[in-house]
């Protein structure tokens, strides 16, 4: 994975975090579910990337590198 794409996945988990943590104390629940997504666009994100790196690593291993 990209160092660059997984900073900006963990910068949008840290958010939503936060927007979750706040809507959660002050009873804002459009907040909380924002906060969630967030969480949860970071996450499938990540796994996209993961996927890409490992389909990388099969092209590197069929080709002999």
């Not at 900006?8 to 958010?15: G, I």
């Not at 907040?31 to 690593?57: C, P």
Request: cysteine-free; proline content about 0%; aromatic content about 0%.
């Amino acid at each position: 994975m990209r160092s660059k794409d997984k900073a900006l996945n963990r910068v949008q988990d840290l958010k939503g975090k936060a927007k979750e943590s706040v809507g959660s104390a002050t009873g804002n629940e459009d907040l909380r579910n924002k906060g969630k997504t967030d969480q949860s666009k970071a996450a499938l994100k990540g796994a996209g990337e993961k996927v890409k790196d490992a389909a990388s690593h099969v092209k590197d291993a069929v080709k002999g590198r």
